[in-house]
């Protein structure tokens, strides 16, 4: 095998590339960004920010740079979203819209970039299979409405692979080496995974192309190798920020976030939810528009292109990205010991490239299939906008106050929440005078031999930059005698029911609603 920095070509390089994208596509495109964006941004003025978001905003909103630099350590992430957050919130929008537009953003060019690189295979109805695929999965709004760093990290993943697919097609080649250097960089410069997001599909596709060449493409290589150098600026402060914690995550018998094989169920959410009567509203829909629309104008034409055969090394990249869900379990189950779902969300950009890739090449047997196709299209941007639409109104993340059970406390009695996830939004959202009745009983030598001891974690780390006041739990046991207990019904986040239980003070419901149950409680 050969090494070489020259822009050779593939084979079937310029001579099978995909014309570009018609006009008629392009009015598609922006017809669905216009329409997604406006549910989005509705979404996200509707709809409160929670525990993890607020973290993003103590950050984000530290008075100077230096400051905000010292407190992402007590966040754990780099800085990329921190920096672009602290930028939107100084716009004229709703707090909100501006800490979450990053994501918004990043998760529409996600798309457009989905639908590039499928496009440069094959027609266009296959990439609006990939590119709706991946808008209806039911990691998209927490994705795009969340104002934490999971959409960059899926942007710059698809950037890169783009840049890539340039890079090897000699499209404009400088410039896409660029590209992959600064995705790397920005991937990284967003999540401390963005190493292992951007890497695996180069690897996976340039490694076959490598194979079909003879050859290795080196400059491709040192493209990649630029761009992981940021690690040397994210990871070593990061890691000692977060040394505490890892080591509390290990040390803990009973952590309840652990990576396991029962986590690979989340291959579920990278595909649109089943609905029977979502996909009979898209079969009546997609016969109207075979039968009425297409068939009386040119329309059609955008989604009836002949097409190309599918290139072995974008269909290796896209399927490493199926991969990353085990990957990541694989990597925290050897590192850190603690898997959370969102890890694995670039799974999703996966499954929606490998499905535009490969009913493309089953279209080549099974001509009829377009029909199909459009009636999953029609599905897909239908389930994703009625996702979004849907997951705006929410009084689940902006705390307790409004909920009947909290209401029913009598006044001036001070309030412990139980759970600090609860706790911190509930604080944010509530008047200056609600919120002197509000505590959170904190003792963290104590918390960190429960199951979920991570939000407290993050409290106590950020209590210098504007997170709200914790009550040390035997300071205030020896200052109130009597005191009422919100309780929300999550258990493993609320150890302070069983700790007051254990030694001996009396909790003596007042009222309840589901799992919700409000207590009185009173000295032993």
Known sequence: MKFSCKPELDHNSTSDMMPLVRWQEKVFLAAIVFLLLLIELRAAALRPLWFDELSTLTVSSVPTIRGMLRAMSADGNPPLYFLLARFCLHLPMPVEIALRLPSIAASDITALMIFLFVRRNTGSIFAFLAMSVFLGSPFMPFAALEARSYALLLCFTSVAICCWQSAAQGMSRRLALAGITASMAGAIFSHHYGVIYVTLPLLAGEGVRAWQRHRIDFAVFTSMLAGAATLIITFPPMLHGQAGLLKAVKLCPVFWSRPGIMSLLLYLDTVPIPSLISFLAAVLLCVFLRYVVFARNRISGALTQPVSRVRIQDLAAASALVLVLPIMLLVTKLGTGYFWGRYAIGSSLGVALVSGLLFSRLNARSPGINAFVLTVIIYSFST?????????????????????????????????????????????????????????????????????????????????????????????????????????????????????????????????????????VDRP
């Open 384 to 520: 994703a906008l009625f996702g979004f639409w849907r997951f705006g109104p929410s009084d689940e993340t902006s705390g307790v106050q409004s909920h009947p059970v909290f209401l029913s406390a009598p006044a001036r009695e001070p309030i412990v929440i139980a759970d600090a996830v609860i706790f911190w939004p509930t604080w944010w959202y509530s008047d200056p005078g609600a919120r002197a009745r509000l505590h959170y009983l904190s003792d963290l030598s104590y918390a960190v031999k429960q199951p979920d001891f991570i939000p407290e974690y993050a409290l106590t780390l950020e209590q210098p930059y504007g997170a709200p006041k914790l009550d040390n739990y035997m300071e205030f046991l020896g200052s109130h005698h009597q005191f009422l207990l919100y309780c929300s019904g999550i258990p493993r986040l609320e150890w302070v029911k069983t700790r007051l239980s254990n030694d001996g003070w009396h909790l003596i419901p007042m009222s309840s609603s589901g799992k919700e149950v409000l207590y009185q």
